[in-house]
């Protein structure tokens, strides 16, 4: 596996070897050894989910103030282009972003460690995303950053308008939500 630091202290991008042939591929698409060894994290995954949307879907910008989870994402089915944000005020990089294509073509993951939000807007017909996290979900904690906040700026590759949730139409500003120290 290759790691690619980027630009959020923390934040790995992932490239798993891949073996292919006629008859298909395969590859290991988490490796607990392997990702300790490229990341330097070691995080006890307690939680995995997987979710399907269309294009112009666009979830997030989430993340929950207490319970913070690290995630581990990517694309088993079509492609999505794949946020984070950081909102450690101790970091170098908050209130910056970062953003990635992740898809079943390029099957990259990204590690995200606790503090960032994330989100995803999908870019093919159909997606299928699937996260490991490093802590339950916990409702009464998650919180929402509005991901067209103009402070931060997120080249989001839309055409038109996102499909929303209810909650992500009523995102805060970066400005006005909570952080972590």
């Given at each position: 596996m290759q790691a690619t630091l980027t630009p959020i202290p923390?934040?790995?991008?992932?490239?798993?070897?891949?073996?292919?042939?006629?008859?298909?591929?395969?590859y290991e698409s988490y490796n607990e050894r392997v990702f300790r060894e490229v990341t330097g994290a070691s995080p006890q995954f307690v939680q995995d989910n997987h979710s399907r949307s269309v294009r112009g879907v666009l979830r997030g910008l989430h993340y929950q103030i207490r319970q913070p989870q690290g995630?581990?994402?990517?694309?088993?089915?079509?492609?999505v282009y794949d946020v984070v944000v950081d909102l450690r005020r101790s970091s170098p990089a908050f209130g910056r972003w970062y953003g990635v294509t992740?898809?079943?073509?390029?099957?990259?993951?990204?590690?995200?460690?606790?503090?960032?939000?994330?989100?995803?807007?999908?870019?093919?017909?159909?997606?299928?995303?699937?996260?490991?996290?490093?802590?339950?979900w916990a409702p009464e904690h998650e919180r929402c950053i509005a991901w067209n906040d103009p402070r931060l700026a997120i080249d989001w590759p839309?055409?038109?308008?996102?499909?929303?949730?209810?909650?992500?139409?009523?995102?805060?500003?970066l400005a006005a939500a909570e952080t972590y120290p």
């Open positions: 923390g934040v790995v991008l992932l490239q798993p070897k891949v073996f292919g042939d006629e008859r298909g591929f395969f995630k581990l994402v990517r694309a088993s089915v079509g492609a992740l898809s079943a073509e390029n099957k990259l993951a990204l590690w995200i460690p606790a503090g960032c939000a994330h989100g995803f807007l999908v870019t093919s017909d159909v997606a299928e995303f699937q996260y490991k996290t490093t802590d339950y839309l055409e038109g308008e996102p499909q929303l949730s209810a909650k992500d139409r009523v995102g805060l500003p």
